[in-house]
């Protein structure tokens, strides 16, 4: 067979076989591509399968649980705190009942579902701030130990209130609203406290001495308080004291010179 016409057969045959072969590389390729993108997809799964088992099985693992829902008296508690607070930062007209409720986490509606306004509220934190430090001295001046004694722990329980409630003794003792109506409110609950707290102080001995029988007492009474209530705002400028010297000082000024008349000694003029 001539050259020429065996070089045309072998480009004939060489051109058959490429056309016969491509489709059948295309169909391979594409085979192997979905093969490894199958493969990727069952190892994905794989992989999130296993971490989500992980998670589940591991101890101590925490579901996130439903927020359990308030009380209303524990609502309640919430909110007297924040407006505590409140008020004794700004005073009673510098508070609002807004404020109130965003620092109770609650909304203004349950407020008022509380407190029929600001001035009840207020009337009410005074009333219970008053009330727990006349507790402080039902529970302490009473009983048998020496007057003394019982004198220098109910001191030291009044002052440790009124450092565990800053914001409280700051409201009763700190508040200076113009406000007429508050500070009647003010002056009634202090009339209150102080008729509550008297019959422990008029029994014990010797403190007619002080200033007298009857109404005098008062006078007695409203120093006693006057200066307690003096050093506890002296502390509050000064807190690095420690409060066994505060509550020293108390006793300096007021058990020496109340045990002296105690006995009999009284200053004349």
């Known amino acids: 067979m001539p050259r020429e016409q065996c070089g045309q057969r072998g480009a004939g045959t060489a051109r058959s076989n490429y056309y016969d072969v491509e489709p059948v590389r295309h169909a391979l390729g594409a085979v192997s591509l979905l093969s490894l993108h199958l493969y990727l997809i069952r190892t994905r799964y794989r992989l999130v399968s296993y971490l989500v088992r ?3 099985s591991t101890p101590g693992a925490k579901t996130a649980l439903p927020r359990k829902r308030l009380t209303a008296a524990a609502r309640r508690e ?5 407006a505590t607070e409140l008020f004794a930062e700004r005073g009673f007209h510098g ?12 909304s203004v509606p349950v407020v008022y579902d509380h407190f029929e306004s600001k001035r009840a509220l207020h009337r009410r934190l005074l009333e219970r701030h008053y009330a727990e430090l006349r507790e402080v001295w039902f529970e302490h001046l009473r009983g048998d130990d020496p007057p003394e004694q019982r004198m220098a722990t109910a001191f030291d329980a009044w002052f440790a ?3 565990k ?3 409280a003794w ?27 707290v008297m019959p422990l102080f008029i029994v014990e001995p010797g403190v007619e001495n002080i ?4 109404a005098a007492l008062e006078m007695a009474w409203e120093a006693v308080r006057s200066l307690l209530q003096g050093l506890a705002l002296w ?7 420690p409060r066994t010297q505060v509550v020293a000082t108390a006793m300096n000024l007021l058990w020496i010179g109340f045990e002296r008349v105690r006995s009999g000694e009284q200053w004349r003029p």
């Open 54 to 56: 992980t998670r589940l």
């Open 165 to 167: 409630h800053p914001y």
């Open 95 to 106: 508070a609002s009942m807004e404020e109130v409720a965003r620092r109770s986490g609650v």
């Open 161 to 163: 209130y009124v450092e």
């Open 170 to 196: 700051k409201m009763l003792f700190r508040d200076t609203t113009g406000d007429p109506e508050v500070q009647a409110f003010h002056r009634e609950v202090e009339r209150e406290s102080r008729a509550a």
């Open 235 to 241: 502390w509050y400028e000064h807190q690095r004291v």
């Open 78 to 82: 919430v909110i007297e705190r924040a």
């Open 211 to 214: 200033a007298g029988s009857g």
